[in-house]
Protein backbone atom coordinates (compact mmCIF):
# COMPACT_ATOMS: atom_id res chain seq x y z
CA UNK A 1 0.00 0.00 0.00
CA UNK A 2 1.54 3.27 -0.70
CA UNK A 3 1.58 6.04 1.29
CA UNK A 4 2.48 9.59 0.65
CA UNK A 5 3.20 11.96 3.86
CA UNK A 6 3.77 15.62 3.50
CA UNK A 7 5.15 17.55 6.97
CA UNK A 8 7.06 21.44 7.48
CA UNK A 9 4.15 23.39 7.02
CA UNK A 10 3.51 26.18 9.37
CA UNK A 11 2.74 30.01 9.60
CA UNK A 12 6.09 31.96 8.53
CA UNK A 13 6.29 35.61 8.12
CA UNK A 14 6.51 37.56 4.30
CA UNK A 15 9.94 37.09 3.18
CA UNK A 16 10.62 33.96 5.55
CA UNK A 17 11.34 30.47 4.66
CA UNK A 18 10.01 27.26 4.71
CA UNK A 19 10.97 23.30 4.39
CA UNK A 20 8.61 21.33 2.70
CA UNK A 21 9.23 17.57 3.04
CA UNK A 22 7.15 14.33 1.95
CA UNK A 23 7.96 11.01 3.18
CA UNK A 24 6.54 7.90 0.53
CA UNK A 25 6.50 4.02 1.69
CA UNK A 26 5.24 1.04 -0.56
CA UNK A 27 6.48 1.94 -3.37
CA UNK A 28 10.35 1.68 -5.00
CA UNK A 29 11.18 5.53 -4.62
CA UNK A 30 13.28 5.64 -7.44
CA UNK A 31 11.53 4.64 -9.72
CA UNK A 32 8.64 7.13 -9.43
CA UNK A 33 8.26 10.90 -10.03
CA UNK A 34 7.29 13.47 -7.87
CA UNK A 35 5.14 16.73 -7.56
CA UNK A 36 4.33 19.69 -5.55
CA UNK A 37 0.85 21.05 -5.56
CA UNK A 38 -0.77 23.21 -3.55
CA UNK A 39 -4.33 24.43 -3.64
CA UNK A 40 -5.44 27.98 -1.95
CA UNK A 41 -9.06 28.74 -0.43
CA UNK A 42 -11.38 29.13 -3.50
CA UNK A 43 -8.87 28.31 -6.07
CA UNK A 44 -8.19 25.22 -7.52
CA UNK A 45 -5.48 23.09 -7.26
CA UNK A 46 -1.84 23.99 -9.45
CA UNK A 47 1.09 22.67 -10.31
CA UNK A 48 4.18 24.15 -7.84
CA UNK A 49 7.38 21.79 -9.34
CA UNK A 50 8.10 18.32 -10.23
CA UNK A 51 11.28 16.48 -10.56
CA UNK A 52 12.24 13.34 -12.13
CA UNK A 53 13.14 9.68 -10.75
CA UNK A 54 16.60 10.30 -10.32
CA UNK A 55 16.39 13.95 -9.49
CA UNK A 56 18.36 15.35 -12.77
CA UNK A 57 15.44 17.02 -14.50
CA UNK A 58 12.85 19.44 -12.61
CA UNK A 59 9.98 21.67 -13.63
CA UNK A 60 8.67 24.99 -12.00
CA UNK A 61 5.58 27.05 -12.00
CA UNK A 62 6.73 30.70 -12.99
CA UNK A 63 4.89 32.00 -9.74
CA UNK A 64 7.97 30.54 -7.66
CA UNK A 65 10.85 30.47 -10.09
CA UNK A 66 13.67 31.90 -8.48
CA UNK A 67 12.28 31.19 -5.03
CA UNK A 68 11.72 27.65 -4.76
CA UNK A 69 13.98 24.43 -5.00
CA UNK A 70 12.47 20.83 -5.40
CA UNK A 71 15.16 17.96 -4.53
CA UNK A 72 15.24 14.96 -3.42
CA UNK A 73 16.68 11.79 -1.46
CA UNK A 74 16.37 8.53 -2.78
CA UNK A 75 17.94 6.59 -0.12
CA UNK A 76 15.72 8.64 2.13
CA UNK A 77 12.25 8.03 0.23
CA UNK A 78 12.05 11.57 0.80
CA UNK A 79 11.12 14.91 -1.45
CA UNK A 80 11.87 18.24 -0.44
CA UNK A 81 10.37 21.78 -1.44
CA UNK A 82 12.63 24.57 -0.22
CA UNK A 83 10.70 27.91 0.05
CA UNK A 84 12.61 31.05 -0.01
CA UNK A 85 10.80 34.93 -0.03
CA UNK A 86 7.81 33.60 0.81
CA UNK A 87 4.98 36.16 -0.05
CA UNK A 88 1.16 36.01 1.20
CA UNK A 89 -0.06 34.78 -2.01
CA UNK A 90 1.67 31.66 -1.12
CA UNK A 91 -0.59 30.73 1.61
CA UNK A 92 -2.10 27.07 0.49
CA UNK A 93 -2.33 23.91 1.44
CA UNK A 94 0.61 21.77 -0.13
CA UNK A 95 0.20 18.62 -1.78
CA UNK A 96 2.94 16.06 -2.48
CA UNK A 97 2.28 13.82 -5.32
CA UNK A 98 3.95 10.58 -6.85
CA UNK A 99 3.63 8.61 -10.28
CA UNK A 100 5.49 5.18 -11.39
CA UNK A 101 8.01 6.44 -13.83
CA UNK A 102 9.47 2.94 -15.00
CA UNK A 103 11.94 3.12 -17.86
CA UNK A 104 11.82 6.86 -18.19
CA UNK A 105 14.62 8.41 -14.92
CA UNK A 106 13.98 11.96 -17.04
CA UNK A 107 10.34 11.84 -17.12
CA UNK A 108 9.09 15.24 -15.31
CA UNK A 109 4.94 15.07 -14.75
CA UNK A 110 3.42 18.16 -14.95
CA UNK A 111 -0.34 18.04 -14.95
CA UNK A 112 -2.56 16.86 -11.96
CA UNK A 113 -4.10 13.65 -14.01
CA UNK A 114 -0.47 12.45 -14.45
CA UNK A 115 0.00 11.84 -10.81
CA UNK A 116 -1.22 8.65 -9.07
CA UNK A 117 -0.73 9.16 -5.46
CA UNK A 118 -1.57 11.55 -3.27
CA UNK A 119 -0.71 12.70 0.48
CA UNK A 120 -3.32 14.49 2.40
CA UNK A 121 -1.15 17.63 2.40
CA UNK A 122 0.33 20.55 4.96
CA UNK A 123 -0.49 23.89 5.46
CA UNK A 124 1.55 27.41 4.42
CA UNK A 125 0.45 30.04 5.66
CA UNK A 126 2.35 33.52 5.38
CA UNK A 127 1.34 36.37 7.26
CA UNK A 128 2.32 39.86 5.78
Known amino acids: QVQVVESGGGLVQARGSLRLSCTAS????????MGWFRQAPGKEREGVSS????????DYADSVKGRFTISRDNAKNTLYLQMNSLKPEDTAMYYC?????????????????????WGQGTQVTVSS
Open 26 to 33: GLTFGDYA
Open 97 to 117: AATPSYGNRYNVPRRIDEFRY
Open 51 to 58: ISPHGGNS
